[in-house]
């Protein structure tokens, strides 16, 4: 009996504009794969398999306005984003760090049960496919300097402003709005 090939789920995907410049967002029917600035160190463009359909990204775009406009601290979106288990554990506490803070990588590692792996963390981070959703801009390195971002530490930088963290010049740690060092401590 011969063996049916897999057939690749269908991925669709739309160009959005924001104040950081183009967002690409692309999905399957399980939720958000990617979410890619445009500009930058690293652009990742539509694959040709692609198809382009705003309609199935809708409620995303519409929360990504919305964080834009100073609407929205956290995303309510079914997310699907390949990676491996460690990758997968690092992007959910991630996503536990709250808007308008920052974490170190040492200290992400640590909440993770792994006080040695910040450089694993740093790795995994790196290869989060989901810009803003999965806020891999608000981990800083120990000594509270900004540390690698695909995009670009200027984007990096311009996104944590937008959230209300104030970036001293060096050796300072980011500040909060209220001038308190910031430590984000999810209970």
Same mark, same amino acid.
């Given at each position: ?41 690293? #652009? ?10 705003? $309609? ?28 491996? #288990? ?35 963390? $740093?790795?995994?981070? $790196? ?61």
């Amino acid at each position: 009996m011969p063996r049916q090939a897999l057939v690749p789920p269908r991925i669709w995907y739309t160009i959005m504009d924001s104040p950081f410049g183009p967002l690409c967002l692309a999905g399957v029917k399980a939720g958000l794969l990617r979410v890619d600035f445009q500009r930058g160190n690293r #652009p990742v463009r539509p694959a040709a398999a692609w198809q382009e359909d705003p $309609g199935h990204l809708e409620t995303a775009t519409h929360q990504l306005q919305e964080y834009f406009q100073g609407q929205r601290q956290s995303f309510t979106l079914p997310l699907a984003p390949p990676g491996t #288990p460690f990758q997968q554990r690092v992007w959910q506490e991630l996503q536990r760090i709250p808007f308008g803070t920052t974490l170190t990588y040492g200290e992400l590692a640590q909440r993770l049960g792994m006080p040695q792996a910040a450089r694993a963390v $740093g790795h995994a981070n $790196g290869r989060n496919p989901l810009a803003i959703v999965i806020p891999c801009h608000r981990l800083i390195g120990s000594d509270g300097q900004l540390r690698g971002y695909a995009s670009g530490i200027a984007l990096k930088q311009r996104l944590l402003q937008h959230e209300g963290v104030q970036l001293l010049q060096s050796p300072h740690l980011p500040f909060t709005k209220r001038g308190e060092v910031k430590s984000a401590e999810v209970p």
